[in-house]
């Protein structure tokens, strides 16, 4: 299902490594992070249901370039190389507005797999 409402502004904030979404009724600060361990990419979220790969020493990851793939998603240049995921409008808006429990759920999980981040 593709949204055919993208961001009204998209800006890139690469000194706090972060992607601010713009909507007409709210703007959301994402992490570079955040959207990496996201990816909707085969490398991360696999090949079905249950064969997402945790995704780990990512804290310092940032991005370097985004660019718009037609009127249905952004591809995002991640500076560890990793840039196969197209982030469709849909998706982004709902990694805005899922931000806080999505991030917990990786945060739990990485904590179930013994995982500490690194400050």
Known sequence: MANQNPPTEI????????????YEDKAYTLPAEYLR????????????????????????????????????????FFDDGHDSGLFTWDYLYQLSTEYKERWQHYIDKLSQAGYQRQP
């Open 11 to 22: 800006t890139l904030h690469k000194q706090s490594k972060c992607l601010e979404l713009r």
């Open 37 to 76: 361990v996201s990816s909707p990419s085969a490398e991360v979220q696999g090949h079905g249901p249950g064969q997402q790969t945790l995704q780990v020493h990512k804290e310092h990851v940032a991005i370097d370039q985004i660019a718009p793939v037609g009127h249905y998603a952004l591809k995002i």
